[in-house]
């Protein structure tokens, strides 16, 4: 008889947000990136711009709602992934099949994604609002703040705009996360070259951070533009027009800075997770 430890189904969200503690100032120049109509300004220049105008705080602008988001988004996708998967393991006797992570990996990020909406269209207008004009600033002054506002200033629509491409990326990112690391990390084990320590989970994080940054920046770029518009947008298909037209790489604008701040952010939370799993997680007898 052997004992492992499990993660609980609260894990993915705590280590999520205490990820976002230390990559928020690189998201935060992510979303000014992308909300750029034209490109005049790169990941350095926009974070300089940006500590000079407003100060060093300035860089974790809607810290609060990027929390939020966390616990509700990363809460909700690690929950359904983990808890189904290990449930699904303990029946089936083994691991499951790749195939059913990447599907498994889907439902609940696009699940999370869709939950976690209005905490990502607060998160997106907080740090996006150091950079407009004061008389044009929507001055949420935390994330209940913005999310109570725009319930009562634009209605409760709102606050899921966006919601089919947040939940459609949610889903690109839990497969590139999820489901990559997940897998990844079997293989490096089953080769036998590493045991499960902590280089094992860095090498297998950085390997799912850098999947889930290609498949997902695309829809990323056009999530953030509905987010942040108020009527320049009619939908969906109009804003993938309307950036289709600033050419190809407008869909991949700030992929740098999404790599830089999407890869430490999967490694820090796989970190985490693996750490409250180790000391914290729920014992099983295999």
């Not at 894990?11 to 990820?19: I, L, R, T, Y």
């Not at 990559?23 to 974070?47: C, F, N, W, Y």
């Not at 590139?176 to 045991?195: E, N, W």
């Not at 094992?200 to 942040?228: E, W, Y």
């Amino acid at each position: 008889m052997q004992e492992n430890r499990i993660s609980r189904w609260y894990f993915g969200g705590v280590s999520s947000s205490m990820a976002a503690c230390l990559t928020h100032p690189l998201d935060l120049i992510k979303v000014h990136l992308q909300t750029q109509q034209e490109v005049r300004v790169r990941m350095i220049g926009m974070a300089v711009n940006v500590v000079r105008r407003e100060g060093y705080l300035a860089l974790y602008s809607g810290l609060s709602a990027s929390l939020c988001r966390q616990m509700t988004y990363s809460l909700s996708r690690f929950a359904i992934y983990e808890t189904v998967r290990d449930e699904m393991n303990r029946k089936n006797k083994g691991l499951v099949p790749f195939y059913q992570k990447v599907l498994l990996g889907a439902f609940g990020g696009f699940t999370g994604g869709f939950i976690g909406t209005p905490a990502d269209l607060v998160n997106v207008r907080m740090q996006n609002d150091v950079k407009l004009p004061v008389h044009l600033r929507r001055n949420y002054a935390h994330a209940l703040d913005g999310l109570l506002r725009v319930w009562n200033e634009e209605g409760m629509r709102k606050l899921f705009s966006g919601a089919s491409m947040a939940s459609t990326r949610g889903a690109l990112v839990s497969v590139g996360q999820l489901s990559c690391y997940d897998q990844s990390k079997q293989l490096v084990l089953a080769a036998g070259y590493l045991t499960d320590n902590i280089l094992t989970h860095f090498l297998a994080s950085v390997f799912a951070g850098g999947c889930a940054t290609i498949l997902c920046q695309p829809l990323d770029v056009v999530k953030t533009r509905l987010m942040n518009s108020k009527l320049e947008y009619r939908g969906v298909l109009h804003c993938l027009t309307e950036t289709a037209r600033l050419g190809p790489k407008a869909f991949y604008k700030g992929l740098v800075p999404a790599a830089i701040r999407l890869i430490p952010h999967t490694v820090f939370t796989f970190m985490f997770l693996e750490q409250l799993k180790q000391h914290f997680g729920a014992v099983v007898v295999t």
